[in-house]
């Protein structure tokens, strides 16, 4: 028995949903236990691609339990949604196979119009990027303490008086500060009161039905959502996301102890990448970086905004693996690196004369870094339908052992293509 947490040691969109579905095959429960729809984790199954945003990535196989805990911010619609194009492929979501925390924070309507407000309104330099899914004005609703959970949806009286008090203070906000219009109460209360009608079968305790899976020896797969340097308190602040993304979350956000976590395999891309603003040490300007953007198809999943592309940045990989705890590495999109004549890797930066060997947190000093790089040389052959280390290119094996040694961390998994199959498991989490 073990239970596993999948983390992002980059900017997001390593392949994280990739994994997750790969690994599911030894788990009974999945979890997501921050972030919400503002991520995007594509599956691909025989040939077929499927994107979510908030439904676990476990969801496509049969007889297991998908759960989203109480730390993820859930935009009722969108679940629906989710549920309803799975539907429509013939995978019905029932709630044997789904469950809600009843202590799930709710995105509501004026979060994502307060959200895309603010962004408009602030300077060029000063624009987080946001996906404008309402996430950071969720979050910040749950920590002042004025948010509704969707548990309080099935309080008709409860809700009525929380959506009250929050229209009113949104209403004064959106109009007054941030030169938009208003929302309407009547609008939203009926909405909302129809999801909890479409949810309420859904809605359950998570710690608990997570405790019993436990103590009945049942795998647990935790799927993090974006990545470490977009954690708020680790990652590049103000130009993160508005959850802690780092493992140890996990406990916190799904109702589970820290005791009970076996293994944590953080996703690297073979590369960098990242979506919206904010600085990025090792990113290309230059015709690799655009070559590596076209063959990767780096676009995101939820917005389809172009990603910046870069070399492997060993330095935020080292300081994921101390932060998440990292026991296992999977190193993904490995393939995509075919055909660079050479490849770096930066080790260390330089900033002002110093030398650096982790992320510093003064945002000025994360903006003038320069990359420290080490050189390899890359290969030529297409390896997507290589399926053991030792048939991948000498030149590949060195690019692997290198990022072990850099990270002092194991390569557990090696993905060469975004299908399921296209995978080198060479150290399964769940046996360890
Ligand atoms: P996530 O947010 O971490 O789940 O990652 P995304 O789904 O946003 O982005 C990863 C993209 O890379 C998706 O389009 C995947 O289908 C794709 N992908 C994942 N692993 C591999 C791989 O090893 N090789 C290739 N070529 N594509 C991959
Ligand atoms: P997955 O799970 C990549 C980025 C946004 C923006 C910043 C804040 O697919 O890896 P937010 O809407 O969260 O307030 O935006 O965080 N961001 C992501 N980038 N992958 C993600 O998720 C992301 N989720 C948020 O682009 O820069
Ligand atoms: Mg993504």
């Excluded at 749950?142 to 548990?151: A, E, L, M, T, V």
């Excluded at 993304?245 to 009970?260: E, R």
């Excluded at 690196?337 to 000025?364: D, F, V, W």
């Excluded at 850099?406 to 296209?422: A, H, Q, Y």
Aim: proline fraction near 4%.
């Amino acid at each position: 028995m073990a239970n596993v947490v999948i983390a992002g040691t980059q900017w997001g969109d390593e392949g994280k949903g990739k994994i997750v579905d790969l690994l599911t095959q030894y788990a009974h429960c999945i979890v997501r236990f921050q972030g919400g729809n503002n991520a995007g984790h594509t599956l691909v199954v025989d040939g077929r691609q499927f994107i979510f945003h908030l439904i676990p990535s476990g969801i496509l196989y049969e007889n297991k339990k998908c759960l989203i805990g109480n730390g993820v911010v859930l935009d009722p619609g969108v679940l629906l949604g989710e549920m309803k194009e799975l539907a429509e492929n013939g995978l019905k979501v029932s709630p044997d196979k789904l469950m809600i925390s009843e202590n799930t924070h709710l995105i509501m309507p004026y979060h994502n119009r307060l959200d895309l407000a603010s962004e408009a309104l602030k300077k060029t330099g000063k624009k987080i990027g946001t996906t404008g899914r309402g996430i950071g004005p969720c979050y910040a609703d749950k920590i002042i303490r004025k948010g509704i959970k969707i548990g309080e949806l099935l309080d008709k009286d409860l809700f009525k008086e929380k959506l009250l008090e929050n229209i009113d203070e949104k209403n004064y906000i959106l109009t007054k500060q941030l030169e938009s219009d208003p929302v309407s109460f009547d609008e939203i209360y009926e909405q909302y009161r129809k999801y909890a009608e479409d949810l309420a079968p859904y809605i359950g305790n998570v710690s608990v039905e997570l405790d019993n899976a436990r103590k009945s020896g049942k795998n647990i797969l935790f799927e993090g959502a974006q990545g470490t340097q977009l954690d708020i308190d680790h990652g590049t602040y103000p130009f993160v996301t508005s959850s802690n993304t780092v493992a140890g979350n996990a406990c916190a956000g799904a109702g589970f102890g820290p005791s009970h976590i076996d293994a944590v395999i953080g996703i690297l891309k073979a590369y960098t990448t990242r979506v919206g603003e904010g600085p990025f040490p090792t990113e290309l300007f230059d015709a690799t970086g655009d070559a590596i953007q076209k063959k990767g198809n780096e676009f995101g999943a939820t917005t389809g905004r172009k990603r910046r592309c870069g070399w492997l940045d060993g330095v935020i990989a080292g300081d994921a693996v101390r932060l998440n705890g990292i026991t296992g590495l999977a190193i993904t999109k490995l393939d995509i690196l075919s055909g660079q004549p050479t490849l770096k890797i930066a080790t260390e930066y330089e900033e002002g004369g110093e030398r650096l060997a982790c992320m510093p947190g003064n945002i000025r000093r994360v903006e003038r870094l320069k990359p420290v790089y080490e050189e390899l040389p890359g290969w030529d052959e297409e390896i997507g339908d290589v399926r053991n280390f030792d048939d991948l290119p000498a030149k590949t094996q060195d690019y692997v052992k290198r990022i072990e040694e850099i990270t002092e961390t194991p390569i557990s998994i090696i993905s060469v293509g975004p299908d399921r199959e296209k995978t080198l498991l060479l150290k399964n989490p769940f046996e360890e």
